[in-house]
């Protein structure tokens, strides 16, 4: 089993001593206020930022030392404001997830733009996209790359509620292939429905982690976001009412 660690990692004051274990063929949201240090931990989680003590294994290896490609092969990163640095159509910025393999394999890219939507617009240029369309197409270049781990951080902030299931939908489908998802979440009924495991962050600490029923109960959400709500309706179908 391919397992992603976190273990006492610590960045400054952005991440105090966070222990944390990632299953493959689960989905895990990272849960927590603004500032929390969520999105601190997925780059650190991707070996993107050195820690200052701590560590993040994948197999056991140290993810900060891991040859790049390897590195890009297993992990696939989507950042919160991704950028893209030249204004190419959607196929060939897909097609660009395929470095880490050294090909342009026509049929993930083809795959993955149809599971995404973008097949009509894999021919405009990014800078005339919309703002979900562009979303969808860096998300696609991830998923192009069939990393093993993949850390995504807020991937529904820009969908639509259609295209929210859909990837969802995909989600799921990769898990249950062995992927292993760890995804930032601001929606919390996003994670509670559809999360495997959450992690709640609170000013760089851990506050809580487990099942998404236990991870974001009511007393964890009232400590953490100083929130008053209660869950209503039926296990994987729950909406948070607040009061
Ligand atoms: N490059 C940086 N250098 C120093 N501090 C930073 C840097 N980037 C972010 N921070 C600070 O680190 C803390 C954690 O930031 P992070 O982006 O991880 O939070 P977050 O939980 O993802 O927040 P949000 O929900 O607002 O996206 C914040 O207090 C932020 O101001």
New binding site residues.
């Given amino acids: 089993m391919i397992a992603l660690a976190a273990t006492q990692l610590t960045i ?4 105090r001593g966070v222990d944390a274990a990632f299953a493959p063929g689960r989905i895990t949201a990272i849960c ?12 650190a989680l991707a070996g993107l930022l050195p820690p200052d003590s701590g560590q993040v294994l994948l197999s056991g290896e140290d993810v900060t030392t891991m040859h790049p490609r390897s590195r890009a092969r297993a992990i696939g990163y989507l950042p ?1 404001d991704g950028e893209v640095a030249w204004d190419v159509a959607v196929r060939s910025l897909v097609a660009l997830g395929r470095m880490p393999h050294g090909d342009t394999a026509a049929e993930p890219v083809e795959r993955t733009i149809a599971t995404l939507d973008l097949e009509t617009l894999a021919g405009r240029p990014i800078s005339k996209l919309s703002g979900g369309e562009k979303a969808r197409a860096l998300l696609a270049r991830v998923l192009a790359g069939e990393p093993q781990w993949l850390l995504a ?2 991937p529904f902030a820009a969908l639509d509620i259609g295209h929210q299931l859909t990837l969802l939908r995909h989600l799921r489908r990769i898990a249950d292939e062995g992927v292993g998802v760890v995804m ?1 979440l ?1 929606d919390l009924g996003l994670a509670m429905n559809h999360a495997d495991e959450v992690i709640v ?1 609170d000013k ?1 600490r851990l506050a809580a982690s487990g099942s998404p029923a236990e991870a974001l109960s009511a007393p964890i959400i009232e400590q953490v976001w100083g929130v008053t709500a209660t869950w209503i309706g039926e296990p994987s179908g729950r909406a948070l009412v607040t009061r």
């Fill in positions: 400054g004051t952005r991440l927590g206020p603004n500032g929390a240090g969520k999105s601190t931990l997925l780059a919160q951080d807020e930032v601001h962050l760089g």
